[in-house]
C-alpha cells in the first residue's frame, strides 16, 4: 500500500465525492467539446452491454419515448427524406401496406400476403386485358364491397385496367367492356 496520502484510495473518494458538480460540469463540457468520441464510445457501450441497455429501456419507457420525440421533432426533414427513399424502394410493401389497412378499417378481413406473392402476381401479364404488364394488384370483390385482404381475392392488373376497373365486380366488369364494345 502506498504511503502518499494523495494515492490512497480513501483521500481519492473524499475528493471525487466533495467536488462531485466541478467535476460533472468537465465531463459534460468534455462531451460537448468532442461529439464524435462520445458517439463512438456510446456505440461501443451498446455492443457491449445490450441487456443492461435493454433493462434500463424496460424500466424507463416514459424517457425512451421522449427521447425519440424529440428525435423525431428535430430530425423531421431527414426522417421525411429516408420515408420517400423507402417507399420508392419498396413499392409492393405500401400497396400491401395500403390494401390491409383499408381491409382493418372495412373490417373485411385480413390475411398475410407476402411480398413474394405480390411480386408472382406482377411479374404476369395484367388480369383484364391480356397485354400490358402488371404494376398493381387489384381485389376481385373490392374492399369496398366486402372484399378481403388476402392472396385468393388478389389479381394482377396494369394501372388502366385497375383505374377503369374501379370498384366493380369481375362480372361487372365484363359486362361493361362488352356494352361499351357493341355501342
Known amino acids: 500500500m502506498s504511503s502518499c496520502k494523495m494515492c490512497s484510495s ?28 462520445m458517439r463512438e464510445s456510446d456505440r461501443k457501450r451498446r455492443i457491449a452491454l445490450p441487456e443492461r441497455i435493454k433493462n434500463w429501456r424496460d424500466a424507463n419507457p416514459e424517457k425512451v419515448y421522449a427521447s425519440a420525440l424529440n428525435w423525431r421533432v428535430a430530425n423531421a426533414e431527414k426522417r421525411c427524406a429516408d420515408n420517400r427513399k423507402w417507399q420508392v424502394a419498396n413499392p409492393e ?15 373485411n378481413g385480413v390475411f398475410l400476403v407476402t411480398v413474394k406473392e405480390v411480386k408472382r402476381l406482377l411479374a404476369q401479364p395484367c388480369y383484364l386485358c391480356g397485354v400490358a404488364p402488371s404494376t398493381a394488384s387489384d381485389h376481385i370483390i373490392p374492399i369496398s ?31 361493361y367492356l362488352r356494352n361499351r364494345v357493341a355501342a
Request: with cysteine; hydrophobic share 30%; aromatic share 6%.
Open 93 to 107: 410493401k405500401i400497396q400491401l401496406i395500403q390494401h390491409r389497412r383499408r381491409a382493418r378499417i372495412k373490417a
Open 10 to 37: 480513501e483521500s481519492s473518494r473524499q475528493y471525487r465525492a466533495a467536488h462531485l458538480e466541478k467535476r460533472r460540469a468537465y465531463s459534460r463540457q468534455w462531451a460537448r467539446d468532442n461529439p464524435e468520441r
Open 145 to 175: 364491397r366486402g372484399g378481403r385482404q388476402a392472396i385468393g381475392n388478389l389479381l394482377g392488373v396494369c394501372k388502366p385496367c385497375n383505374s377503369r376497373k374501379g370498384t366493380m365486380l369481375l362480372v361487372e366488369f365484363n359486362r
